[in-house]
């Protein structure tokens, strides 16, 4: 007599596509979740750098802010600075206006007529730290032998939308350093008076013309938006980041003690 050979039923054969399935779509679900935490840690890391960059462009500008080395520029102009010298660092309509000097160099042992524009600067600081100083912006100076030449710079800052825009010298479109932002906002702490070194009180959002002898240090508030473009859009927590930067000169170009 012969065995009787038996297959699977249609009752088991459903049952084993259907855990089958089951694994299939399970582990599907385990890739897709692992792909959106592994692209969320990336895009996080990517912040991350994008905010180290920001900030730490910015805390150089910052401490340049004003530093004009030896040449004196109330001895160039007696009558009066423009008010972005005067002012070195500004707040006005969400904007932050810094003017940051080059590093300084000799002039060549023969004169010379130069221009800011030359150095990709807005105004030009030439003398001899004693008795010369001149001051141009678009006029060209002659410049004498030994004598020191410092540009001057000013970037203004800003957030556009989601993103923080600088722009050279006042003229011209503003460039995008980052995107994602969330929050840019810088504060301002303030010496009880002009000859004191150290912050008094809360920061404040803002400050008044008669206010620039008094500031001492800016702060920086930067959020930068996590998981934007991922399924884990709206399920993480921005990114928050803040720095402190001590201002080093006085607006008259000397340093604070």
């Known amino acids: 007599m012969r065995p009787t050979v038996r297959g699977f039923g249609l009752v088991e054969l459903m049952v084993a596509m259907l855990l ?16 959106d935490s592994w692209l ?7 912040q991350q750098q994008d905010a180290r960059y920001l900030l730490g462009r910015l805390a150089r500008d910052l401490r340049a802010a004003g530093g004009y080395g030896c040449l004196d520029l ?34 060549s042992s023969q ?16 003398g001899d730290c004693q008795r010369r100083v001149a001051l141009g912006e678009r006029e060209a100076l002659t410049v004498l032998p030994g004598d020191w030449v410092v540009p001057l710079r000013q970037l203004e800052y ?11 010298n006042g003229v011209g479109n503003y460039e995008t350093l980052i995107e994602q932002v969330v929050r840019f ?26 206010d620039q002898a008094r500031l001492r240090s ?40």
Not at 96 to 106: D, E, K, N
Not at 111 to 126: C, E, H, I, V, Y
Not at 158 to 168: E, K
């Open 20 to 35: 089958g399935l089951t694994l299939v779509l399970a582990l599907v679900q385990y890739l897709g979740s692992s792909r």
């Open 40 to 46: 969320l840690q990336q895009q996080s890391a990517s």
């Open 74 to 107: 109330e001895r160039a102009l007696p009558e009066g600075l423009p008010l972005e010298l005067a002012q070195p660092v500004r707040y006005e309509s969400g904007v932050l206006s810094l003017v940051t000097a080059a590093p300084a160099q000799r002039s």
């Open 111 to 126: 004169p010379q007529a130069l221009r800011a524009a030359d150095f990709g600067a807005r105004w030009l600081l030439a």
């Open 158 to 168: 800003r957030q556009q939308g989601d993103r923080v825009q600088v722009r050279l």
């Open 185 to 210: 906002v810088p504060s301002f702490g303030l010496a009880a008076d002009p000859q004191s070194p150290g912050v008094v009180g809360r920061y404040q959002s803002d400050f008044g013309d008669a």
């Open 218 to 257: 800016v702060r920086v508030q930067l959020v930068l938006g996590a998981g934007i473009g991922t399924a884990a859009a709206g399920r993480t927590r921005d990114l928050a980041f803040r720095q402190v930067t001590r201002l080093r000169n006085r607006p008259d170009g000397q340093r604070h003690d």
